[in-house]
């Protein structure tokens, strides 16, 4: 009975958010922003802090105070060096391929030339 009544209300609760609002009858006119003159570098600093903490996140410690959670130098450069070479693996392998030819040859590409 208490679940049926609780779902009762949330689907009330729900379709009230689409009702349309009737109008208000009192509207303020005047608010405390406009009392206060912002200089024209509060825009530039709401674009320009998130520009430079964003950044910072990306060398979360993951509670090791290290960067990427890692806190022995040895194993981050074990880490960068076997990404690269396997990214250098992969490039010496792909550059005899012409990237014009498909290379799963799934899509037919002979009506747009």
Avoid: Q
């Avoid at 609760?13 to 200089?39: D, E, M, R």
């Avoid at 674009?47 to 960067?67: C, D, F, R």
């Avoid at 990404?83 to 037919?108: C, P, Q, R, T, V």
């Amino acid at each position: 009975m208490l679940r049926t009544t609780f779902l009762i209300a949330l689907l009330i609760a729900c379709a009230s958010a689409f009702a349309p609002t009737s109008p208000v009858a009192f509207t303020a006119k005047h608010t405390a922003l406009n009392a206060v003159k912002l200089p024209n570098v509060a825009p530039i600093l709401a674009g320009a802090i998130p520009a430079t903490v964003i950044p910072s996140l990306a060398l979360a410690t993951e509670g090791t105070n290290e960067w990427l959670g890692v806190d022995d130098l040895r194993l981050l450069a074990v880490l960068f060096l076997g990404h690269w070479a396997i990214l250098s693996l992969y490039l010496n392998w792909s550059k005899g391929f012409d990237e014009e030819e498909d290379f799963f040859g799934e899509i037919d590409y002979t009506g747009r030339k």
